[in-house]
C-alpha cells in the first residue's frame, strides 16, 4: 500500500505539482466533533531538493488511489539527509477554516446548510450536503465561529452533529453511509473505554431578570451519582429553541462517553459514520473516530465508535 504526496508549488505566477513518492511515516486522522482532517508525514527524496518550504500552497494525501486529505500547509520542513532531503509535513483540511473564522453577529434566517456557511465564509475547497431542510433563525452570537453555526443549524435541523465526510465535505445526515467488513480483518487489539469527566448532571438558562426558567436533567449522570451543575446566561443561539439547547449542552457533554474500537492490520477505506460489521464489540455501530499509521512495520488503522448522543444517529 502506497502512501504519496502531492503538493502544489507556488512560483511567481505559476502553481506547479510536486508528487512526493517515498513515505518513511505518516499519522493520518480524522473524528466526529473534529471539523477537520488532520496528516502528518515525512517523505524522501535523493538529491537536492527543487522548491523551498515557503512555496507549499496546498497538500494532497493518497493512499493508493484515494484521496483521503486535502488541506494547508501547516507545518513544512526540508532538510537534507545523507545524499538526499527529507520534508515533514503538517496538514489540516481546509474545513478547519470554519472553526477559525468568526461571522458577523445576526439571525440568519430561512437557510440551508450550504447557504448558512457560505455566507459567512467563502472558500471553493470546501463543499456540503445539499440540499438539507430550510430553517429559521439561526442566531450567530459575537466571538462565535462558522463551525458553531453550522453545529446549531444541524441540532435544529435534525437533532445530529456534523461531521466532515471524505476531505472537505460538511454532511449532516448518514442515512447513505457506506458499510465496512472487518471479519476478515488481521486485528491487532480491541478496546473498550469509558469516560465521564466532562458529564453534566443539570443544566439551567437565564431568562430576562434573575430567574431561570429553562433547565434540562441527565438521568444517566443521576444514574452513576454524578452531579455537576451549570447555570447559563440567556444564549441568543438558541433563544427560539432554549430547550433544545440545553439538551444539546447535555448531549455534547456526553461525547465519547462509552467508545469501543480495534486496531487492524491494513486500510480498508472506511470513513466517519461508516456501519461497521464484524469486529467484536464495534460491530454494528457507526465509525466515529479512525486513525491509519504507516512505518517500517506496515500500514495500520485504528477505528472507534462513540456510544454516545450523537455518535450512533
Given at each position: 500500500?502506497?502512501?504519496?504526496?502531492?503538493?502544489?508549488?507556488?512560483?511567481?505566477?505559476?502553481?506547479?505539482?510536486?508528487?512526493?513518492?517515498?513515505?518513511?511515516?505518516?499519522?493520518?486522522?480524522?473524528?466526529?466533533?473534529?471539523?477537520?482532517?488532520?496528516?502528518?508525514?515525512?517523505?524522501?527524496?535523493?538529491?537536492?531538493?527543487?522548491?523551498?518550504?515557503?512555496?507549499?500552497?496546498?497538500?494532497?494525501?493518497?493512499?493508493?488511489?484515494?484521496?483521503?486529505?486535502?488541506?494547508?500547509?501547516?507545518?513544512?520542513?526540508?532538510?537534507?539527509?545523507?545524499?538526499?532531503?527529507?520534508?515533514?509535513?503538517?496538514?489540516?483540511?481546509?474545513?478547519?477554516?470554519?472553526?477559525?473564522?468568526q461571522p458577523y453577529p445576526r439571525i440568519?434566517?430561512?437557510?440551508?446548510?450550504?447557504?448558512?456557511?457560505?455566507?459567512?465564509?467563502?472558500?471553493?475547497?470546501?463543499?456540503?450536503?445539499?440540499?438539507?431542510?430550510?430553517?429559521?433563525?439561526?442566531?450567530?452570537?459575537?466571538?462565535?465561529?462558522?463551525?458553531?453555526?453550522?453545529?446549531?443549524?444541524?441540532?435544529?435541523?435534525?437533532?445530529?452533529?456534523?461531521?466532515?465526510?471524505?476531505?472537505?465535505?460538511?454532511?449532516?445526515?448518514?442515512?447513505?453511509?457506506?458499510?465496512?467488513?472487518?471479519?476478515?480483518?488481521?486485528?491487532?487489539?480491541?478496546?473498550?473505554?469509558?469516560?465521564?469527566?466532562?458529564?453534566l448532571s443539570d443544566v439551567y438558562m437565564?431568562?430576562?431578570?434573575?430567574?431561570?426558567?429553562?433547565?434540562?436533567?441527565?438521568?444517566?449522570?443521576?444514574?452513576?451519582?454524578?452531579?455537576?451543575?451549570?447555570?447559563?446566561?440567556?444564549?441568543?443561539?438558541?433563544?427560539?429553541?432554549?430547550?433544545?439547547?440545553?439538551?444539546?449542552?447535555?448531549?455534547?457533554?456526553?461525547?465519547?462517553?462509552?467508545?469501543?474500537?480495534?486496531t487492524y492490520e491494513g486500510w480498508k477505506?472506511?470513513?466517519?459514520?461508516?456501519?461497521?460489521?464484524?469486529?467484536?464489540?464495534?460491530?454494528?455501530?457507526?465509525?466515529?473516530?479512525?486513525?491509519?499509521?504507516?512505518?517500517?512495520?506496515?500500514?495500520?488503522?485504528?477505528?472507534?465508535?462513540?456510544?454516545?448522543?450523537?455518535?450512533?444517529?
Amino acid at each position: 500500500m502506497e502512501c504519496r504526496a502531492v503538493l502544489d508549488i507556488k512560483s511567481s505566477s505559476t502553481v506547479t505539482e510536486k508528487t512526493l513518492l517515498l513515505c518513511t511515516g505518516f499519522v493520518f486522522e480524522k473524528a466526529l466533533y473534529v471539523p477537520y482532517t488532520q496528516f502528518t508525514g515525512e517523505f524522501y527524496e535523493d538529491g537536492q531538493p527543487m522548491f523551498r518550504a515557503g512555496q507549499v500552497i496546498r497538500v494532497r494525501i493518497y493512499l493508493d488511489m484515494t484521496l483521503i486529505h486535502c488541506g494547508m500547509p501547516d507545518e513544512v520542513t526540508i532538510s537534507r539527509k545523507d545524499k538526499g532531503h527529507r520534508i515533514r509535513l503538517h496538514s489540516r483540511g481546509y474545513t478547519l477554516l470554519l472553526a477559525q473564522n468568526q461571522p458577523y453577529p445576526r439571525i440568519n434566517s430561512n437557510v440551508t446548510l450550504k447557504s448558512l456557511c457560505q455566507a459567512n465564509l467563502v472558500c471553493s475547497e470546501i463543499t456540503y450536503e445539499d440540499p438539507t431542510p430550510r430553517v429559521g433563525n439561526i442566531y450567530v452570537n459575537e466571538g462565535s465561529t462558522v463551525w458553531e453555526a453550522a453545529v446549531a443549524y444541524c441540532i435544529k435541523a435534525s437533532g445530529r452533529y456534523p461531521y466532515i465526510k471524505g476531505t472537505n465535505m460538511v454532511k449532516m445526515n448518514s442515512a447513505d453511509a457506506g458499510t465496512v467488513s472487518y471479519y476478515s480483518a488481521v486485528i491487532t487489539e480491541e478496546t473498550s473505554a469509558m469516560n465521564t469527566s466532562m458529564l453534566l448532571s443539570d443544566v439551567y438558562m437565564k431568562e430576562l431578570g434573575e430567574d431561570y426558567p429553562f433547565e434540562a436533567h441527565d438521568t444517566s449522570a443521576a444514574a452513576m451519582k454524578i452531579v455537576r451543575s451549570r447555570y447559563y446566561p440567556l444564549d441568543m443561539q438558541w433563544l427560539y429553541d432554549p430547550q433544545v439547547g440545553l439538551q444539546h449542552k447535555l448531549d455534547i457533554s456526553n461525547k465519547g462517553v462509552r467508545t469501543a474500537g480495534l486496531t487492524y492490520e491494513g486500510w480498508k477505506g472506511e470513513d466517519i459514520m461508516y456501519r461497521a460489521s464484524g469486529g467484536g464489540d464495534i460491530s454494528g455501530l457507526r465509525i466515529n473516530y479512525l486513525r491509519t499509521v504507516g512505518g517500517r512495520h506496515g500500514i495500520f488503522t485504528t477505528v472507534r465508535a462513540y456510544d454516545d448522543r450523537y455518535g450512533q444517529k
